[in-house]
């Protein structure tokens, strides 16, 4: 007995499993798409049978397909999204087609669970059709857009509450560092004082524009092209469908969509892809340098910048016994590259589309979930791994402000440049202080200076106090 059944397309006869729910279709993409061997995402496709029972609910109550018929469908559609037959869903992420062939992967799925279901036999589409009823009223051109922006609002959605949670995690540091004052860098060189917290309070605040930019992704792909089958006309859709058929999509994903106001427009041109790219390239960006940040300030531990101390997760080297290296920062590095290089393929896939329709949505919705993904785990380990666990080194914080000849700049307003400028150099030479050359030179008194080099009143903007100029500014 044969392990194949035969059947047809347009393109002519072919061997499809005997026991499998996919058709021919489906097949021939296999053949044709053997390209990242990874299997189709999860969300993605849910979110295209969730376009199905919509559709099939619609054409029903527009007179267009049986009570029966769109109970089997959507039958079928519940049946999907609690997991069953997904094995049949066998077409790669990246291929030609606009993706057609996933449109008809699944086309073809629920039609024969439909057609078993009432009565019929895998591969005869005699009760449900894969064109004729699962994808009544659709194109492939509206179904795979408002399919992957449906997957991507949740994956979006999950980013945003993981990335609460790292902005909750830099507050609570920054409130812990508050009182640790340490010396600023510009240029990797010594500056000025500041306190580790307004450090991370201020990565705090990047993090929270960063949160705020995905509620725009997130609208910007809320508007659908559903109904406008192949190039926005909506041949082959009843008006009434046309009119109903996202407000019904929106009951059932949980999602406020909203139809494209020209789905022709919203056919032919995908900028909304290239602005949700661009706001995970730039969150990418923001964590890649805190994370080249945190790497500089816990270099050492004894012959580095040592700062601050991250939790030791691993080994860092096969050769050099109990060495540990900023692993979590690391990794954070080397998503953000991969989401940078992402946005850079949804950009140039997004300007390829000719006319009427873009035939490149496959690989940018890939790329696109790929980026989400990966920013959520990274910004999780970050967190977790790193963030939660980091320590100051609060002595040699304070040993190196006192000693740190960028103190001079806090005296320039009392003592003029130039004075400065003598001090700095004397610092230099002979390895005395700040402190005890302005004493020893007599150009302040000890109270003055006391007042001046205040260091937690350093960190905190304000005015020049004539109380603390000396007699010599003053009398100008």
């Known amino acids: ?44 496709r849910d979110a295209i049978v969730e376009v199905k029972k919509a559709c099939a ?68 589409y005699d009760h449900v059709h894969p064109n004729d009823d699962v994808n009544k009223g659709q194109s492939t051109n509206d179904v795979i857009p408002t399919s992957g922006k449906i997957a ?21 540091k920054a409130e812990e560092f508050a009182d640790v004052i340490k010396m600023g860098r510009t240029q990797l060189q010594d500056a000025i004082p ?42 082959n859709a009843d008006i009434r469908y046309v009119k109903e058929i996202v407000g019904l999509l929106s009951e059932i994903t949980g999602i406020n969509l909203v139809q494209n106001d020209d789905l022709i427009d919203g056919t032919q041109n995908l900028d909304c892809f290239v602005y949700a790219s661009s706001i995970l ?83 940018i919705f890939y790329k696109l979930f790929e980026s989400l993904k990966t920013l959520k785990g990274a910004i999780y380990t970050l967190r977790v791994n790193c963030l939660d666990g980091i320590e100051a080194n609060r002595e040699s914080l304070q040993r190196r402000v006192e000693q740190n000849i960028g103190l001079v700049t806090a005296i320039a307003p009392h ?10 150099h004397e610092a230099q030479r002979t390895g005395k202080s700040v402190r005890e050359l302005v004493l020893e030179k007599n ?11 205040n260091f937690k009143e350093m960190t905190k903007p304000g005015i020049i106090d004539e109380e603390h100029l000396s007699k010599k500014d003053r009398s100008k």
Do not use: W
């Open 1 to 44: 007995m044969s392990d194949y059944r035969l059947e047809h397309d347009s393109i002519g006869e072919i061997q499809v499993s005997k026991d499998a729910y996919y058709g021919a279709n489906a097949v021939r993409a296999r053949e044709n798409f053997r390209i990242t061997g990874y299997k189709m995402d999860s969300k993605f």
């Open 57 to 124: 609910i619609e054409n029903e109550k527009v007179g267009l397909i049986s009570e029966e018929t769109k109970d089997a469908i959507v039958e079928a559609c519940d049946e999907m999204l609690e997991g069953k037959y997904i094995e049949n869903v066998i077409v790669d992420p990246i291929q030609g087609g606009a993706g057609t062939s996933f449109n008809m992967n699944i086309n073809e799925i629920l039609a024969n669970i439909a057609n078993v279901s009432l009565g019929g036999e895998l591969g005869v």
């Open 152 to 172: 991507l609002i949740r994956y979006f959605e999950e980013l945003k509450a993981e990335s609460e949670r790292l902005l909750a995690s830099f507050e609570k």
């Open 194 to 235: 500041i306190s580790l917290g307004q450090e991370f309070r201020a990565y705090s605040q990047v993090i929270r524009r960063d949160i705020n930019r995905l509620d725009f992704a997130i609208k910007s792909l809320s508007s659908v092209n559903l109904g406008g089958t192949a190039i926005g006309t909506g041949l």
């Open 281 to 363: 390239k730039t969150f990418a960006v923001d964590l890649s340098k805190i994370s080249n940040d945190l790497r500089l300030m816990s270099s050492g531990p004894q012959s580095g910048v040592g700062d601050i101390k991250l939790p030791a997760r691993q080994a860092g080297s096969s050769i050099m016994p109990g060495k540990v290296n900023p692993v979590i920062p690391e990794v954070v590095n080397q998503v953000a590259f991969s989401v940078i290089g992402n946005d850079m393929t949804v950009a140039i896939a997004v300007e390829g589309g000719q006319l009427e329709l873009n035939a490149f949505e496959p690989v």
């Open 415 to 424: 003592i003029g440049y130039e004075a400065c400028s003598y001090i700095a």
């Open 443 to 453: 150009l302040l008194s000890e109270d003055e200076l006391n007042k001046i080099l």
